[in-house]
C-alpha cells in the first residue's frame, strides 16, 4: 500500500512539473527559432505578443491549404476593404497572400510550401512590412525577403 501511495505521488509530481515547461524553441517545418527575451510562445507553433507581434502557423495538406486560405481571406475580405497582395520568402520558400489594415495594425495571411510541407502563416504586427528593411527584430528569423 505504501508502494502504490509513493508511486501515485510521483505520478502527481512529476505530471505538475511538466506543466509549466517553458518553450524555448519555435518550429517552423523543422526549422528551430529561438524565442526571443521577453517573449513567451503560446507552443511550438505560435508566439502571442511579442514587441507587439504575433505569428501562428498551421500545417494541412495540398486541398485543405487552398479551402482554408480561400475561407479565411473571404471572411477578413467581408469586413475589410484593405486586401492587399504580398510575397514573403521564408528559408528559401516563396509564401503568397494578403495584408489587412486593421486599425493601427496590419494582418498578414500567408501560404506557401516550405520543405514540401504546405502552411498557412497567420501574422499580426503594428508594422507596415513593405521592404526586406521592415524585417527586423524577430520577423527576419522567420522571413528572408518581402516583395
Given at each position: ?79 475589410n476593404d484593405s486586401k492587399t497582395e504580398v510575397t514573403f520568402t ?58
Open positions: 500500500m505504501k508502494n502504490i501511495f509513493t508511486f501515485v505521488l510521483l505520478l502527481a509530481a512529476l505530471n505538475f512539473y511538466g506543466q509549466d515547461k517553458k518553450i524555448s524553441f519555435l518550429n517552423l517545418v523543422g526549422n528551430n527559432i529561438q524565442v526571443p527575451n521577453g517573449c513567451q510562445a503560446q507552443s511550438e507553433y505560435e508566439l502571442q505578443a511579442c514587441d507587439g507581434t504575433s505569428i501562428k502557423w498551421d500545417y494541412y495538406s495540398d486541398d485543405m491549404l487552398s479551402a482554408v486560405f480561400d475561407a479565411t481571406i473571404t471572411a477578413f475580405a467581408e469586413s521564408s528559408f528559401g520558400a516563396q509564401l503568397k497572400g494578403y495584408k489587412f489594415k486593421m486599425g493601427t495594425t496590419f494582418q498578414y495571411f500567408l501560404y506557401g510550401t516550405i520543405k514540401d510541407q504546405p502552411l498557412m502563416i497567420n501574422l499580426g504586427t503594428p508594422k507596415d512590412i513593405a521592404s526586406n528593411d521592415d524585417l527586423d527584430g524577430f520577423l527576419s528569423l522567420f522571413f528572408d525577403e518581402v516583395s
